[in-house]
């Protein structure tokens, strides 16, 4: 019986995980379960899964309170930022699902690595924001990190089982990207789109923030920062096309030309149940491919002017340590004020463009350091947003 912490319970992926946990009851205990809000969602996860731990952010610990009395859980309430820690290195957790969204689900992250959990991580900034420093972290911890995001949960998949062999055999990583709802929109027209047309993923559900990304193609620029540190490939060795059918997940090319590649349905169940309980295979509760309905596979290059944010992934890769975290940071201002209408959709790559240019990264490799680098990124990304905001 392994014991499970899910951090981000309530979003996309927390549900996803506690879906397949469900159908695995004589394998996954949880732990602990956490949210930022949502306090009735998550109470309810509580005490369906007998969780032990609930932790929300403290202006909501006494709703939470409340409605797990109200059921009857016996679940004990933390809160704060600190009880995300406590509750992903506690001795008894055997494994850690990371699913919080930003740069607050770095720390708790750290947590796990050092104290030598299994990580799923399905949290991109543990790796954008703490790069090389991160991996160093979990070798020295003795942790075992296995990737949650459907294209790198493909690539881990189609790699050699030793780690050791994968820069003497692979040639390249080739990334997919479904191209989101504006893969054929005329770029001249995109000022204009609507949160609710950009949040309007045409394979996968997913959160607001991420769909965003999607349709922006920023999700698979983090996407290839993440890739370069977790399979320790050049940039130059990471490619994206575009796979509109959303089936092929990602591809390994070998130095001797042959392509290994993972396929399966665009639900996200199936990485998450590789990850909880790799390197055996159970059901995910995600539908088979039939092969003789499935039709075309295409695929296309991602077009720079429709895309530009893509292509900042390599340059950032290329920058000083750090860039990436400030890219990251500049994404989430700029994706927030857009999706609470005060910035233009195109105007999102001007802000992670312009923060880069004015944000000077520091080569510190301590948490604290990487924090201040954030949070510099942060201002300087709202006063751009502010200068191009629809009211100016």
């Given at each position: 019986m392994?014991?499970l912490?899910v951090?981000?319970?309530?979003?996309?992926?927390?549900?996803?995980?506690?879906d397949?946990?469900?159908?695995h009851r004589?394998?996954?205990?949880?732990?602990?379960?956490?949210?930022?809000?949502?306090?009735?969602?998550?109470?309810?996860?509580?005490?369906?899964?007998?969780?032990r731990?609930?932790?929300?952010?403290?202006?909501?610990?006494s709703?939470?309170?409340?409605?797990?009395?109200?059921?009857g859980?016996r679940t004990?309430?933390l809160?704060?930022?600190?009880?995300?820690?406590?509750?992903?290195s506690?001795a008894?957790v055997?494994m850690?699902?990371?699913?919080i969204?930003?740069?607050?689900g770095?720390?708790p992250?750290?947590?796990?690595?050092?104290?030598?959990?299994?990580?799923?991580?399905?949290?991109?900034?543990a790796?954008?924001?703490?790069?090389?420093?991160?991996?160093?972290?979990?070798?020295?911890?003795?942790?075992?990190?296995?990737?949650?995001d459907?294209?790198?949960?493909?690539?881990?998949?189609?790699?050699?089982?030793?780690?050791?062999?994968?820069?003497?055999?692979?040639?390249?990583?080739?990334?997919?990207?479904?191209?989101?709802?504006?893969?054929?929109?005329?770029p001249?027209?995109?000022?204009?789109?609507?949160?609710?047309?950009?949040?309007?993923?045409?394979?996968?559900?997913?959160?607001?923030?991420?769909?965003?990304?999607?349709?922006?193609?920023?999700n698979?620029?983090?996407?290839?920062?993440?890739?370069?540190?977790?399979?320790?490939?050049?940039?130059?060795q990471?490619?994206?096309v575009?796979?509109?059918?959303?089936?092929?997940?990602s591809?390994v090319q070998?130095?001797?030309?042959?392509?290994?590649?993972?396929?399966?349905t665009p639900?996200?169940?199936?990485?998450?149940a590789?990850?909880?309980?790799?390197?055996?295979?159970?059901?995910?509760?995600?539908?088979?491919?039939?092969?003789?309905?499935?039709?075309?596979?295409?695929?296309?290059?991602?077009?720079?002017?429709?895309?530009?944010?893509?292509?900042l992934?390599?340059?950032a890769?290329?920058?000083?340590?750090?860039?990436?975290?400030v890219?990251?940071?500049?994404?989430?201002?700029?994706v927030?004020n857009?999706?609470?209408?005060?910035?233009?959709?195109?105007?999102?790559?001007a802000?992670?463009?312009?923060?880069?240019?004015?944000?000077v990264?520091s080569?510190?490799?301590?948490l604290h350091?990487l924090?201040?680098?954030?949070?510099t990124?942060?201002?300087?990304?709202?006063?751009?947003?502010?200068?191009?905001?629809?009211?100016?």
């Open positions: 392994q014991q912490t951090l981000g319970a309530t979003g996309s992926i927390g549900t996803s995980t506690l397949v946990v469900r159908r004589d394998r996954f205990q949880v732990f602990a379960l956490t949210a930022s809000r949502q306090a009735d969602l998550l109470a309810r996860q509580c005490h369906e899964f007998d969780a731990y609930a932790v929300i952010a403290e202006a909501h610990a709703e939470l309170r409340s409605a797990l009395q109200t059921l859980a004990e309430v809160a704060g930022p600190e009880a995300l820690c406590e509750v992903s506690a008894e055997d850690v699902m990371a699913a969204v930003g740069a607050a770095l720390p992250c750290l947590a796990a690595a050092r104290t030598g959990k299994k990580l799923l991580l399905a949290n991109k900034e790796l954008v924001v703490g790069g090389r420093w991160f991996m160093d972290t979990v070798q020295a911890g003795g942790a075992t990190l296995i990737p949650i459907s294209e790198h949960s493909a690539v881990f998949q189609s790699l050699p089982e030793a780690s050791s062999t994968w820069s003497s055999r692979v040639e390249k990583i080739i990334l997919t990207a479904s191209g989101g709802p504006f893969r054929q929109r005329d001249s027209t995109l000022s204009g789109v609507t949160p609710e047309e950009a949040c309007a993923h045409p394979n996968w559900v997913m959160g607001r923030k991420i769909s965003v990304d999607s349709a922006t193609m920023m698979k620029a983090l996407e290839v920062i993440e890739a370069h540190y977790l399979f320790g490939l050049s940039p130059e990471i490619e994206v575009i796979h509109p059918q959303s089936v092929v997940h591809m070998y130095r001797d030309g042959s392509v290994v590649a993972q396929l399966g639900d996200m169940r199936v990485p998450i590789y990850g909880l309980s790799w390197p055996d295979r159970i059901q995910s509760g995600a539908e088979p491919l039939n092969f003789s309905t499935l039709g075309a596979l295409t695929f296309e290059p991602p077009s720079r002017d429709r895309f530009p944010g893509l292509f992934a390599w340059d890769l290329r920058a000083p340590a750090g860039t990436t975290a890219l990251n940071a500049a994404n989430e201002i700029a927030e857009f999706l609470a209408g005060r910035l233009a959709f195109d105007q999102i790559h802000v992670n463009h312009a923060t880069l240019s004015v944000v990264p080569n510190s490799h301590d350091a924090l201040e680098l954030d949070a990124a942060r201002r300087v990304a709202r006063e751009q947003t502010a200068f191009r905001s629809r009211g100016h």
